[in-house]
């Protein structure tokens, strides 16, 4: 094994959840974390790829960036993953086995579907773009007939009627006018009568004529008398049809006015029921584009995972892929935390019991070092109160000397004065000898003058000492 391989395989048993002390001193565990650790690694490697392509439908970012997002939430889905690992120590109870798992694979359930959602859109993504497709133009249909149907439209089918109507009155000169059937009935029944008195006139005038030929009738050329009665009933059919002309032309003047009037109307009424048209229609035209621009734009996830549904609604086979595939990724994700719930369950392994190992030794040598700690600075801190105390007494015994000294004093003084006070009162009830008494008769002179002099000073046993 080369040194890189050797580092490779340390690196994955500490994602695993090895520890390298006690690998060290266990080897053989070592392939067990190793291949836990590129469990580990297949898992955030979905995850990368799973958010990669999440991102690239819901936001529609750049590759690369959105790599980069991916690359980020596979680490975070291996740390989390690594955390459920260490987590779990080996424990021979089931109870506290199953304790531990349960809320452990509920997340991992939980992280395998949201990682499985996104690679199974892009599994099916050929399928899922042509149903997307079908449901943004079911989507532009319906709301399509909701705004045929919306208050603010309520009149726009009658307001084109009107305008075609309008338009074809205006170039039809009110021809096409539906409010003048009757005016044209009139015209056209007296059209009809005036057709039809005109016939009569010419077939009365073809009989009065073959009388007088003699080709039909009576067969006898010249005036005679079926001439005369075949010409009289001719003249008398102009009268009529004149009458059915004159008709005919009051009809046709009246059509012409009323047509004349109508288109008049409707091309007054055009422009205005025009604009109103252009307006609604218009405003219906911007409200089907931003919608068809919106639903063109609504392919992220949510739009995808309901074409899935659809799909799977539809084809059963699909929906049994689409579970088959989802299951295969969750249980890539959930692989870790069932592999180390099987090996929780098994017995001990040597790695397991040098963990306890090293564990408990390292809880007994914090044990003697929290004694030895807890013993020195009891030690410590006995010392201190000793040399405060020995602080504490140095100035009392200070203080009771300088008030020793200060009581020793007060009664020096006041033995002074009560000394003075007496020497005082014996001196004041002794009157003093007067000089000219004391001095004898041989002393005179200057040692005449000192004695007399000292003579009325006090004597140095009647002073007060100068300390007291």
Request: aromatic share 4%; net charge negative; hydrophobic share 50%.
């Amino acid at each position: 094994m080369t040194a890189w391989q050797r580092r490779l395989g340390d690196g994955l048993a500490v994602l695993g959840g090895a520890r390298p002390d006690v690998l060290e001193a266990a080897p053989g565990a070592r392939p067990r974390f190793v291949a836990l650790g590129g469990v580990l690694l297949s898992t955030g490697g979905l995850a990368v790829v799973s958010m990669a392509f999440a991102v690239a439908m819901a936001l529609g970012v750049w590759w690369p960036l959105a790599l980069l997002v991916g690359l980020g939430w596979g680490a975070v889905v291996v740390n989390l993953d690594r955390m459920l690992l260490v987590g779990m120590a080996h424990d021979a109870s089931l109870k506290r086995n199953l304790v531990l798992a349960v809320p452990r694979v509920g997340l991992a359930l939980i992280l395998g579907a949201v990682i499985a959602t996104p690679l199974t859109l892009q599994v099916f993504s050929s399928e899922i773009d042509t149903e997307v497709k079908a449901m943004q133009a079911e989507a532009a249909d319906a709301y399509r007939e909701s705004l045929e149907t919306d208050a603010r439209f309520a009149g726009l089918a009658e307001l084109r009627e009107e305008v075609a109507l309008s338009e074809s009155i205006v170039a039809s000169g009110g021809v096409a006018d539906p409010q003048l059937a009757v005016v044209h009935g009139d015209a056209t029944a007296a059209q009809q009568a005036y057709d039809a008195a005109l016939a009569t006139q010419r077939e009365l005038e073809a009989k009065a004529q073959c009388e007088l030929d003699g080709t039909c009738g009576t067969g006898e050329a010249g005036t005679g008398q079926a001439y005369v009665e075949a010409r009289a009933a001719a003249d008398a059919q102009a009268a009529v049809v004149a009458s059915a002309r004159s008709a005919l032309d009051a009809a046709t003047e009246a059509a012409s006015a009323a047509e004349g009037r109508a288109a008049q109307l409707a091309s007054a009424s055009l422009e205005t029921d025009r604009a109103e048209l252009e307006r609604l229609t218009a405003e219906q035209v911007r409200l089907q584009t931003a919608f068809d621009a919106t639903v063109e734009d609504a392919d992220g996830i949510l739009a995808r995972l309901e074409a899935l549904d659809r799909l799977g609604d539809r084809n059963a086979t699909l929906a049994a892929a689409q579970v088959m595939l989802s299951l295969l990724f969750m249980s890539i994700e959930i692989l870790p935390v069932l592999m180390k719930l099987l090996l929780n369950f098994g017995p001990p392994s040597a790695y397991d019991k040098l963990a306890a190992l090293r564990d408990s030794g390292d809880v007994e040598i914090e044990e003697l070092q929290k004694e030895s700690r807890l013993t020195v600075a009891a030690a410590r801190e006995e010392m201190l109160v000793m040399a405060e105390q020995e602080r504490i007494d140095r100035q009392k015994a200070a203080i009771v000397a300088r008030r020793e000294a200060a009581e020793a004093a007060a009664a020096a003084e006041r033995a002074a004065a009560a000394r003075a006070a007496e020497r005082a009162a014996a001196a004041a009830e002794a009157p003093l000898p007067s000089a000219v008494e004391t001095l004898r008769p041989w002393e005179t002179g200057p040692m005449r003058l000192a004695r007399t002099v000292l003579g009325a000073r006090r004597r140095p046993a009647d002073r007060v000492p100068a300390g007291v």
